[in-house]
């Protein structure tokens, strides 16, 4: 079946660091791939997305690249701030139009000053 | 810009009791969702809808049920509640589903203890 494992969390880094949250999927064909964040006390909301291999997603100075050889979606950011500072997951939807969006189990990021 | 809007955003029930989560949005979304997400454990899709008069389970549909008389709402509907039943729960809606755009407009959530 389908599936995403993300990296276990949680992550604390200080402000202007590199971050690299990992996350590698299970599916068969070419599923679309995105990664969510959640602010605290939030819902979630798309940070960004990738629908085929080798795009790369980007969005406010945080990028992602679907490799199809090695299964994978890694989140990565050159200085991350405290306003950074969320639970980030990772999702896939199925190749063919499932509306069974498969999400990973989140990875806790705190930013400190 | 209300978007998606949960009701109510805190609830206690006691074993055996039902409730319905309320949830609404303007912003004429055809594809609406329920999740429920636990600690450690990721959203997991309860039911979902893809139009009016139009619903699907998802993955964890047992214990719930749904009904989608109008675009706009979405209730769940909790029958005889279980402490398996705490947990967070999301509604959300999408103007294509997932497989059109993958992005999903989440509520704030609803947080309900069962004991």
């Known amino acids: 079946g389908n599936s995403v494992t993300q990296m276990e969390g949680p992550v604390t880094l200080s402000e202007e660091a590199f971050l690299t949250i990992n996350c590698t999927y299970t599916?068969?064909?070419?599923?679309?791939l995105f990664w969510y964040v959640q602010y605290p006390g939030e819902g979630l909301q798309l940070l960004l997305k990738?629908?085929?291999?080798?795009d790369k997603g980007s969005n406010k100075g945080f990028e992602a690249t679907y490799r199809k050889e090695t299964t994978s979606f890694h989140l990565e950011k050159g200085s991350v701030q405290v306003s950074d500072s969320a639970v980030y997951f990772c999702?896939?939807?199925?190749?063919?139009?499932?509306?069974?969006?498969?999400f990973g189990k989140g990875t806790k990021l705190t930013v400190n000053p | 810009n209300a978007g998606v809007t949960q009701t109510p955003k805190f609830r206690i029930l006691k074993i055996g009791q039902s409730m319905t989560l309320q949830c609404t949005q303007d912003?004429?979304?055809?594809?609406m969702y329920w999740y429920r997400q636990d600690p450690g454990m990721g959203l997991k899709l309860i039911y979902y809808?893809?139009?009016?008069?139009?619903?699907d389970k998802g993955e964890v549909p047992n214990g719930y049920n749904v009904s989608r008389s109008t675009t706009e709402d979405f209730p769940l509907r909790l029958e005889l509640a279980a402490p398996s039943q705490t947990s967070v729960y999301f509604c959300?809606?999408?103007?294509?589903?997932?497989?059109?755009?993958?992005?999903?407009?989440f509520g704030e959530g609803s947080r309900l203890t069962v004991l």
């Open positions: 959300a809606s999408s103007y294509g589903g997932t497989s059109v755009t993958g992005e999903l407009f």
């Open positions: 599916a068969t064909g070419y599923p679309s």
């Open positions: 990738a629908t085929k291999a080798d």
């Open positions: 999702a896939l939807a199925p190749q063919g139009g499932s509306e069974k969006l498969v």
């Open positions: 912003m004429n979304h055809n594809y």
């Open positions: 809808s893809v139009g009016a008069g139009i619903t």
